[in-house]
């Protein structure tokens, strides 16, 4: 039973491959206005069940596409080197994580909000938004102790959405450098200590 089922997943796998080179052939000619799941099955040579069966909607298949970037991004702060992996002060963690997600933003804005926007919620729902926003909690948390580092991550997230980079890129002629450093001042706003007690004699 075994080898009866290696070729199933061989095949899977190859046809997987096949959607996935199609629709990054249909992005690089049409952008996402011509990524569709009909444009897909056609340009694959599949019917737009097999599509559908793969990824489930236009959302997965964004998601789909994204991953060999996303898992370079999560390498990059769970093992990498510092700043934005292990071994460098929270904050600049932090800075580093914005930093690079500019980065990423520049690349594949466009891809990222298909996959963002396609339903409901599906920013918030994603494996990456939570990997994202696991890793951003720990380093408040050890940023500002006692801080409610889960709403703080959010916080920081909020600036990253895709949808909100195009607009600033594009309507409101922000360059990556000025995000860059509009986040810059997020991150210190967010991770300064708590101001003490106001000890002022009245």
Do not use: K
């Not at 800075?95 to 920013?123: G, K, S």
């Not at 801080?147 to 309507?171: F, K, M, N, T, V």
């Amino acid at each position: 039973m075994a080898d009866d089922t290696r070729p199933e997943r061989a095949d899977a796998a190859r046809n997987r491959r096949a959607l996935l080179a199609a629709a990054d052939a249909i992005l690089a000619e049409h952008g996402t206005e011509g990524l569709t799941m009909e444009a897909v099955g056609a340009r694959a040579g599949v019917g737009i069940g097999t599509v559908y069966r793969r990824f489930g909607d236009l959302g997965g298949l964004a998601h789909a596409m994204l991953d060999a970037q996303e898992r370079a991004l999560q390498a990059g702060f769970l093992s990498g080197p510092p700043p934005l992996g292990p071994g460098a002060p929270p904050v600049e963690r932090i800075h580093a994580f914005a930093a690079a997600f500019v980065d990423r933003l520049e690349a594949q804005a466009e891809l990222l909000a298909v996959a963002e926007t396609d339903t409901v919620e599906a920013r918030y729902r994603s494996g990456a938004y939570g990997a994202h926003h696991a890793h951003l909690s720990a380093l408040i948390a050890a940023a500002r102790p006692g801080a409610d580092a889960g709403y703080l991550a959010d916080a920081l997230l909020s600036p990253l959405e895709a949808a909100l980079y195009l607009h600033q890129r594009r309507d409101r002629a922000m360059d990556p450098e000025r995000i860059r450093a509009g986040l810059r001042d997020v991150v210190d706003r967010i991770t300064a200590p708590a101001p003490g007690p106001d000890r002022t004699t009245h």
